[in-house]
Nanobody
């Protein structure tokens, strides 16, 4: 499956962005989707993931109440709504996919087989 992340940009603290992850090439509804981020000099870290059905989601503790992950399977697209952004949220954001029948913890980048190219999010104070 090919993934294309978009929607990043520069915002002030407290602002909002919605990232999109458009998929092609495979049956999108068969895949769990994760969002990760990587700031300069830091390791890639988990942000959120959503199961293939869309019924179960998980968001990192520091983003609970601010970020929400969703998906529209008929549109082959997943989303990450980010509200109340903080400077610490500044990073390149990546979406990733793994088949729903494949094992592996959705919190770890190594569980995912397919990655998008990343989109930059910059939050200024």
């Amino acid at each position: 499956v090919q993934l294309q992340a978009s929607g990043g940009g520069s915002v002030q603290a407290g602002g909002s962005l919605r990232l999109s992850c458009a998929a092609s090439g495979r049956t999108f509804s068969d895949y769990d989707i994760g969002w990760f981020r990587q700031a300069p000099g830091k390791e890639r870290e988990f942000v959120a993931f959503i199961y293939s059905s869309g019924y179960i989601t998980h968001v990192r503790d520091s983003a609970k109440g601010r970020f929400a992950i969703s998906r529209d399977n008929p549109k082959n697209t997943a989303y990450l709504q980010m509200d109340s952004l903080k400077p610490d949220d500044t990073a390149v954001y990546y979406c990733a996919a793994k088949h729903g029948l494949v094992g592996g913890d959705g919190y770890y980048p190594t569980s995912y087989n397919y990655w998008g190219q990343g989109t930059q999010v910059t939050v200024s104070s």
